[in-house]
Every structure is written in structure tokens, then in C-alpha cells.
């Protein structure tokens, strides 16, 4: 069975940095490109940031561009997105999502999520 | 940057058809995944390219996709369908941007 469970939100100060963590289970986490995706309070989905399965393509939201770094351990089959400099706008639940194979950006597993809050 | 236009809410009654639709410019020509998302719960794809189903997926669930407009046809809706439904595509033309449309909230009367 597929599972990805993401750890490491929390509540953090405007301007702090906070990491995320996200372990699969259940499938060759190697040879999938792997994403973070986004959802503020009472709001959509926004993506953050997507991650190819060896690493050689990562891509940036303009929103976090140049404060987000993406990044995995295959060894691990963990997934970690580094957030520095964060804004209250960064609030929101953080999910860590599974590209599908056949599919360009296309989400088939998705884990529960993690909130991050961001206050003084 | 490219947008995708959904309503925000749609409303329909047990055992009728519910359509949800998401504009795009030329969204036709590029491949639309939908997702069910239950208040409190992960999203859960439940349409990719366009009008393929994943495993597990019920076929009252189907989806078409041409010109501007992309379309989410849920048949004989039940009350587990309630949930918020989103579109999304990969922007090719842009920098591997991945773009969502902003939701729509399908209640069952």
C-alpha cells in the first residue's frame, strides 16, 4: 500500500525557516518525480514545487522561488522541502504528492498533510 | 500565466448528473486531472488526462475536455459525492508551472 506521511509543520515567526519531511512507503520511491502542494485555510490548492525522480529537474512556484528548496533522499525514500524566510502567506497545509508515471503532473497518491502556521 | 476557471458551487439532487466545468484558454489542446477533496481529507484523484479513471474509482465518474472548456460529469450523484472538486493541468508553456483551478463546492441537495 502506498503511503506518504509528511511531518515538521509547526508554528514559526515570520522570517524563520522550518523543514518538511515527507517518507514513502509502498513503492519504489525511486523512480518517481515527487511534489509539494499547498492548500492556505479555507482556501485552493496551489503547487509548490516538484522534484524528479533522481534529482536532475526541480521546479519552483514564483510565490516561493528563492526561499523554498526541494530536495529527497532516495536511500531514505524521503522526500524534504526547506523553507526559509517564511510570510504569513506561507500558512497553509502542506501536502507531499506522488507524480504519476504515465502522467505529467498528475497527483495519484497524496499524503495527509502538514500544517504550517505562520505568526508572531 | 495560464488560469483555470471553475464556479464556485454546484448544486444537484441525489440520482441526477452533476457537471462540473473548468475553463481554460485552449484547454483542449493540454491534459486535465480532477480531484475530490472531502473537508478535513487529502485530495483523491479521481480523473486523469482528460477522462481516464483511476483503480477504484466509480464509472459515475467520467470527464471531457475540448476547446476552452474541460468538463467533470459525476452520474447519479449520492451524498458521499459532496466534496470540492478541482481541475488542474501542467502549463507547458511556462516554467513546469502546475496550475489548479480555484475549487468548486458540489453539494447534494
Known amino acids: 500500500e502506498v503511503q506518504l506521511v509528511e511531518s515538521g509543520g509547526g508554528l514559526v515567526k515570520p522570517g524563520g525557516s522550518l523543514r518538511l519531511s515527507c517518507a514513502a512507503s509502498g513503492f519504489t520511491f525511486s523512480s518517481y518525480s515527487m511534489n509539494w502542494v499547498r492548500q492556505a485555510p479555507g482556501k485552493g490548492l496551489e503547487w509548490v514545487s516538484s522534484?524528479?525522480?533522481?534529482?536532475?529537474?526541480?521546479y519552483y512556484a514564483d510565490s516561493v522561488k528563492g526561499r523554498f528548496t526541494i530536495s529527497r533522499d532516495n536511500a531514505k525514500n524521503s522526500l524534504y522541502l526547506q523553507m526559509n524566510s517564511l510570510r504569513a502567506e506561507d500558512t497553509a497545509v502542506y501536502y507531499c504528492?506522488?507524480?504519476?508515471?504515465?502522467?505529467?503532473?498528475?497527483?495519484?497518491?497524496w499524503g495527509q498533510g502538514t500544517l504550517v502556521t505562520v505568526s508572531s | 500565466s495560464y488560469v483555470l476557471t471553475q464556479p464556485p458551487s454546484v448544486s444537484v439532487a441525489p440520482g441526477q448528473t452533476a457537471r462540473i466545468t473548468c475553463g481554460g484558454n485552449?484547454?483542449?489542446?493540454?491534459?486535465v486531472h480532477w480531484y475530490q477533496q472531502k473537508p478535513g481529507q487529502a485530495p483523491v484523484l479521481v480523473v486523469y488526462?482528460?477522462?481516464d479513471r483511476p483503480s477504484g474509482i466509480p464509472e459515475r465518474f467520467s470527464g471531457s475536455n475540448s476547446g476552452n472548456t474541460a468538463t467533470l460529469t459525476i452520474s447519479r450523484v449520492e451524498a458521499g459525492d459532496e466534496a470540492d472538486y478541482y481541475c488542474q493541468v501542467w502549463d507547458s508553456s511556462s516554467d513546469h508551472h502546475v496550475v489548479f483551478g480555484g475549487g468548486t463546492k458540489l453539494t447534494v441537495l
Open positions: 488526462d482528460d477522462s
Open positions: 522534484i524528479s525522480s533522481s534529482s536532475s529537474y526541480i
Open positions: 485552449n484547454i483542449g489542446s493540454k491534459s
Open positions: 504528492a506522488r507524480e504519476a508515471v504515465s502522467s505529467t503532473s498528475c497527483y495519484d497518491y
